[in-house]
Protein backbone atom coordinates (compact mmCIF):
# COMPACT_ATOMS: atom_id res chain seq x y z
CA UNK A 1 0.00 0.00 0.00
CA UNK A 2 2.80 2.60 1.30
CA UNK A 3 4.52 2.15 -2.26
CA UNK A 4 1.69 3.17 -4.47
CA UNK A 5 -0.74 6.55 -4.43
CA UNK A 6 -2.09 5.38 -1.19
CA UNK A 7 0.74 6.42 1.20
CA UNK A 8 1.01 9.56 -0.69
CA UNK A 9 -2.38 10.73 -0.04
CA UNK A 10 -1.69 9.80 3.61
CA UNK A 11 0.97 11.88 4.09
CA UNK A 12 -0.61 14.83 2.52
CA UNK A 13 -3.63 14.11 4.64
CA UNK A 14 -2.28 14.07 7.78
CA UNK A 15 -0.39 17.49 7.09
CA UNK A 16 -3.57 18.89 6.00
CA UNK A 17 -5.45 18.04 8.74
CA UNK A 18 -2.86 18.77 11.68
CA UNK A 19 -1.98 21.58 10.49
CA UNK A 20 -5.57 22.98 10.76
CA UNK A 21 -6.23 21.27 14.15
CA UNK A 22 -2.76 23.11 15.77
CA UNK A 23 -4.32 26.37 13.62
CA UNK A 24 -0.91 26.95 11.70
CA UNK A 25 -0.76 27.93 8.11
CA UNK A 26 1.29 26.90 5.71
CA UNK A 27 3.74 29.88 5.43
CA UNK A 28 3.82 29.12 9.10
CA UNK A 29 4.59 25.44 8.75
CA UNK A 30 6.98 26.26 5.47
CA UNK A 31 9.01 28.62 7.91
CA UNK A 32 9.15 25.97 10.78
CA UNK A 33 10.98 22.99 8.74
CA UNK A 34 12.68 25.54 6.30
CA UNK A 35 11.24 24.92 2.84
CA UNK A 36 9.49 27.67 0.56
CA UNK A 37 5.80 28.35 1.22
CA UNK A 38 5.66 26.81 -2.46
CA UNK A 39 7.17 23.58 -2.01
CA UNK A 40 4.41 23.13 1.50
CA UNK A 41 1.61 23.23 -0.96
CA UNK A 42 3.02 21.01 -3.02
CA UNK A 43 3.00 18.59 -0.21
CA UNK A 44 -0.40 19.08 1.19
CA UNK A 45 -2.01 19.56 -2.69
CA UNK A 46 0.29 16.18 -3.71
CA UNK A 47 2.11 17.70 -6.77
CA UNK A 48 4.87 16.40 -4.39
CA UNK A 49 5.88 14.39 -1.59
CA UNK A 50 8.16 15.56 1.39
CA UNK A 51 11.43 13.39 1.50
CA UNK A 52 11.58 11.14 4.73
CA UNK A 53 14.73 13.50 6.19
CA UNK A 54 11.93 16.16 7.08
CA UNK A 55 8.88 14.25 7.83
CA UNK A 56 9.56 14.11 11.81
CA UNK A 57 9.82 17.96 11.72
CA UNK A 58 7.14 18.42 9.48
CA UNK A 59 5.18 16.28 11.78
CA UNK A 60 6.10 17.76 14.85
CA UNK A 61 5.40 21.41 13.27
CA UNK A 62 1.71 19.72 12.47
CA UNK A 63 1.45 19.11 15.93
CA UNK A 64 1.42 15.13 15.85
CA UNK A 65 3.54 13.41 18.92
CA UNK A 66 6.36 10.91 18.41
CA UNK A 67 4.78 7.88 17.68
CA UNK A 68 2.54 9.00 15.01
CA UNK A 69 5.79 11.28 13.49
CA UNK A 70 7.44 8.26 13.30
CA UNK A 71 4.48 6.84 11.43
CA UNK A 72 4.60 9.22 8.70
CA UNK A 73 8.40 8.84 8.20
CA UNK A 74 7.88 5.48 7.67
CA UNK A 75 4.97 6.23 5.18
CA UNK A 76 7.50 8.24 3.52
CA UNK A 77 10.76 6.01 3.79
CA UNK A 78 8.36 2.78 1.98
CA UNK A 79 7.66 5.44 -0.72
CA UNK A 80 10.99 7.10 -1.60
CA UNK A 81 13.03 3.80 -1.33
CA UNK A 82 10.31 1.08 -1.94
CA UNK A 83 10.93 -0.51 1.65
CA UNK A 84 8.98 -2.74 3.86
CA UNK A 85 4.89 -1.70 3.10
CA UNK A 86 3.01 -0.72 5.75
CA UNK A 87 -0.09 -2.72 4.73
CA UNK A 88 0.30 -5.33 7.70
CA UNK A 89 1.11 -2.85 10.53
CA UNK A 90 -2.60 -1.99 12.47
CA UNK A 91 -2.19 1.19 14.40
CA UNK A 92 -0.89 2.57 10.50
CA UNK A 93 -3.94 0.81 9.15
CA UNK A 94 -6.46 2.67 12.02
CA UNK A 95 -4.61 6.22 11.34
CA UNK A 96 -5.25 5.66 7.32
CA UNK A 97 -9.00 4.28 8.22
CA UNK A 98 -9.61 6.88 10.35
CA UNK A 99 -8.79 9.63 7.71
CA UNK A 100 -10.33 7.64 5.14
CA UNK A 101 -13.71 7.81 7.34
CA UNK A 102 -13.32 12.05 6.86
CA UNK A 103 -12.82 12.46 2.89
CA UNK A 104 -13.90 9.56 1.56
CA UNK A 105 -17.15 9.63 -0.67
CA UNK A 106 -18.39 5.95 -0.01
CA UNK A 107 -18.24 3.84 2.95
CA UNK A 108 -18.92 0.01 3.69
CA UNK A 109 -17.75 -2.11 6.77
CA UNK A 110 -19.31 -5.10 7.54
CA UNK A 111 -18.30 -6.74 10.79
CA UNK A 112 -20.03 -10.69 11.34
CA UNK A 113 -19.16 -10.51 15.28
CA UNK A 114 -19.19 -7.30 16.38
CA UNK A 115 -20.82 -3.96 15.93
CA UNK A 116 -18.55 -1.61 13.82
CA UNK A 117 -16.87 0.95 16.00
CA UNK A 118 -17.91 3.74 15.01
CA UNK A 119 -21.31 2.89 15.37
CA UNK A 120 -20.43 1.47 18.97
CA UNK A 121 -22.32 3.20 22.16
CA UNK A 122 -19.57 3.44 25.25
CA UNK A 123 -21.13 0.94 27.07
CA UNK A 124 -20.53 -1.77 24.04
CA UNK A 125 -17.34 -0.70 24.33
CA UNK A 126 -16.25 -0.80 27.72
CA UNK A 127 -18.49 -4.03 28.51
CA UNK A 128 -18.29 -6.16 25.34
CA UNK A 129 -15.15 -5.26 23.39
CA UNK A 130 -13.21 -5.72 26.97
CA UNK A 131 -14.27 -8.99 26.78
CA UNK A 132 -13.07 -9.60 23.31
CA UNK A 133 -9.70 -8.30 24.50
CA UNK A 134 -8.89 -10.18 27.37
CA UNK A 135 -5.60 -9.10 27.53
CA UNK A 136 -6.14 -5.82 27.17
CA UNK A 137 -5.01 -3.31 29.98
CA UNK A 138 -7.63 -0.53 31.03
CA UNK A 139 -4.88 1.90 29.30
CA UNK A 140 -5.38 -0.09 26.21
CA UNK A 141 -9.52 -0.14 26.87
CA UNK A 142 -9.25 3.56 27.29
CA UNK A 143 -7.59 4.73 24.35
CA UNK A 144 -9.26 2.64 22.61
CA UNK A 145 -12.48 4.47 23.38
CA UNK A 146 -10.79 7.70 22.80
CA UNK A 147 -9.81 7.21 19.65
CA UNK A 148 -13.69 5.85 18.64
CA UNK A 149 -14.94 8.96 20.23
CA UNK A 150 -12.66 11.21 18.22
CA UNK A 151 -13.73 9.34 14.56
CA UNK A 152 -17.30 9.59 15.55
CA UNK A 153 -16.81 13.69 16.45
CA UNK A 154 -15.01 13.77 12.70
CA UNK A 155 -17.65 11.91 10.80
CA UNK A 156 -20.71 13.93 12.63
CA UNK A 157 -19.14 17.06 11.29
CA UNK A 158 -18.68 16.01 7.89
CA UNK A 159 -21.51 18.28 5.57
CA UNK A 160 -20.74 16.70 2.69
CA UNK A 161 -22.94 13.62 3.70
CA UNK A 162 -21.07 10.26 2.36
CA UNK A 163 -22.73 7.36 1.43
CA UNK A 164 -22.29 4.61 4.58
CA UNK A 165 -23.53 0.86 4.31
CA UNK A 166 -23.00 -0.67 7.51
CA UNK A 167 -23.69 -4.78 7.33
CA UNK A 168 -23.47 -6.31 10.81
CA UNK A 169 -23.68 -9.56 11.98
CA UNK A 170 -26.76 -11.05 13.91
CA UNK A 171 -24.05 -13.06 16.14
CA UNK A 172 -23.32 -9.81 17.89
CA UNK A 173 -26.64 -8.28 18.48
CA UNK A 174 -27.42 -12.31 19.75
CA UNK A 175 -24.13 -12.08 21.69
CA UNK A 176 -25.10 -8.57 23.47
CA UNK A 177 -28.76 -9.24 24.34
CA UNK A 178 -26.81 -12.34 26.23
CA UNK A 179 -24.53 -10.36 28.04
CA UNK A 180 -26.76 -7.64 29.13
CA UNK A 181 -30.04 -6.74 27.91
CA UNK A 182 -30.92 -3.35 28.92
CA UNK A 183 -27.09 -2.48 26.77
CA UNK A 184 -28.91 -4.39 23.93
CA UNK A 185 -31.99 -2.16 23.78
CA UNK A 186 -30.27 0.67 23.71
CA UNK A 187 -27.49 -0.16 21.56
CA UNK A 188 -30.32 -0.92 18.83
CA UNK A 189 -32.13 2.15 19.40
CA UNK A 190 -28.52 3.75 18.80
CA UNK A 191 -28.26 1.94 15.30
CA UNK A 192 -31.91 2.84 14.45
CA UNK A 193 -31.07 6.58 15.54
CA UNK A 194 -28.04 6.44 12.86
CA UNK A 195 -29.90 4.54 10.13
CA UNK A 196 -32.02 7.68 9.94
CA UNK A 197 -28.74 9.97 9.28
CA UNK A 198 -28.64 11.50 5.56
CA UNK A 199 -27.01 8.90 3.35
CA UNK A 200 -26.90 6.19 6.01
CA UNK A 201 -27.71 2.28 5.58
CA UNK A 202 -27.50 -0.53 8.19
CA UNK A 203 -28.18 -4.46 7.92
CA UNK A 204 -28.36 -7.41 9.53
CA UNK A 205 -26.88 -9.85 7.97
CA UNK A 206 -28.59 -13.79 9.90
CA UNK A 207 -26.64 -16.79 9.51
CA UNK A 208 -23.28 -18.45 9.10
CA UNK A 209 -20.28 -16.54 7.94
CA UNK A 210 -16.57 -17.94 6.97
CA UNK A 211 -13.98 -16.64 9.20
CA UNK A 212 -12.00 -15.01 6.32
CA UNK A 213 -14.91 -13.26 5.27
CA UNK A 214 -15.95 -12.08 8.67
CA UNK A 215 -14.51 -8.17 8.63
CA UNK A 216 -14.46 -6.20 5.66
CA UNK A 217 -14.31 -2.28 4.56
CA UNK A 218 -13.88 -1.18 1.51
CA UNK A 219 -13.59 2.44 0.30
CA UNK A 220 -14.36 4.38 -2.70
CA UNK A 221 -14.01 7.80 -3.36
CA UNK A 222 -17.41 8.46 -4.57
CA UNK A 223 -18.32 12.00 -5.24
CA UNK A 224 -15.57 13.05 -2.33
CA UNK A 225 -13.10 15.27 -3.24
CA UNK A 226 -10.55 15.32 -0.99
CA UNK A 227 -10.54 11.07 -1.10
CA UNK A 228 -7.54 8.72 -1.91
CA UNK A 229 -7.31 6.11 -4.16
CA UNK A 230 -10.11 3.15 -3.57
CA UNK A 231 -8.96 1.09 -1.02
CA UNK A 232 -10.48 -1.94 1.05
CA UNK A 233 -9.36 -3.52 4.30
CA UNK A 234 -9.40 -6.60 6.48
CA UNK A 235 -8.65 -7.99 9.63
CA UNK A 236 -6.90 -11.42 11.23
CA UNK A 237 -5.78 -12.30 14.41
CA UNK A 238 -2.21 -10.90 14.41
CA UNK A 239 -2.19 -8.29 11.74
CA UNK A 240 -4.89 -6.32 8.96
CA UNK A 241 -4.28 -5.20 6.14
CA UNK A 242 -4.69 -1.90 3.50
CA UNK A 243 -5.49 -3.11 -0.12
CA UNK A 244 -5.47 -1.02 -2.76
CA UNK A 245 -5.31 -3.31 -5.83
CA UNK A 246 -8.20 -2.61 -8.11
CA UNK A 247 -8.92 -6.12 -8.99
CA UNK A 248 -8.90 -7.42 -5.21
CA UNK A 249 -11.12 -4.50 -4.61
CA UNK A 250 -13.43 -5.88 -7.05
CA UNK A 251 -13.63 -9.27 -5.48
CA UNK A 252 -14.01 -7.79 -2.41
CA UNK A 253 -16.99 -5.63 -3.91
CA UNK A 254 -18.42 -8.50 -5.49
CA UNK A 255 -18.88 -9.92 -2.00
CA UNK A 256 -20.20 -6.97 -0.51
CA UNK A 257 -23.12 -6.97 -2.90
CA UNK A 258 -23.85 -10.64 -2.34
CA UNK A 259 -24.02 -10.08 1.79
CA UNK A 260 -25.78 -7.00 1.27
CA UNK A 261 -29.01 -8.61 -0.66
CA UNK A 262 -29.08 -11.04 2.21
CA UNK A 263 -29.04 -8.95 5.17
CA UNK A 264 -32.64 -7.66 6.63
CA UNK A 265 -32.53 -3.49 7.02
CA UNK A 266 -32.65 -2.41 10.65
CA UNK A 267 -35.64 -0.76 10.38
CA UNK A 268 -37.83 -4.08 10.04
CA UNK A 269 -35.43 -6.21 12.11
CA UNK A 270 -36.80 -7.35 15.00
CA UNK A 271 -40.26 -6.63 14.00
CA UNK A 272 -42.19 -9.95 14.98
CA UNK A 273 -43.78 -10.12 11.62
CA UNK A 274 -40.92 -9.57 9.27
CA UNK A 275 -40.44 -13.41 8.34
CA UNK A 276 -43.76 -13.15 6.86
CA UNK A 277 -43.70 -9.70 5.38
CA UNK A 278 -39.97 -11.35 3.72
CA UNK A 279 -41.95 -14.54 2.53
Not at 238 to 256: E, T
Request: charged share 30%; hydrophobic share 40%; aromatic share 10%.
Amino acid sequence: MAKTESGAWFIRMMLRTGRDKVGKTQEQIARLVHVSPDTYRAYEAGRSSPHASIMENLAKACGYDAELAEYMVKAADARAEEWEALEANPRFNALYIALAERFYGEIFKFDALMIPGILQLQGYHYLVVRLAEPLANDDFIDGGWDFKESRIADIQARTDRPQMQFLIGETALIQLRMIDEELYQEQMAHLRRWAKKPGVLIRILRGPVLAQRSNIEIYHVGKSKLAGPDIAYSEIADSSWLIDDPKRIASYDGLRKILWKQAIRIEVYNDDDWRYRLA
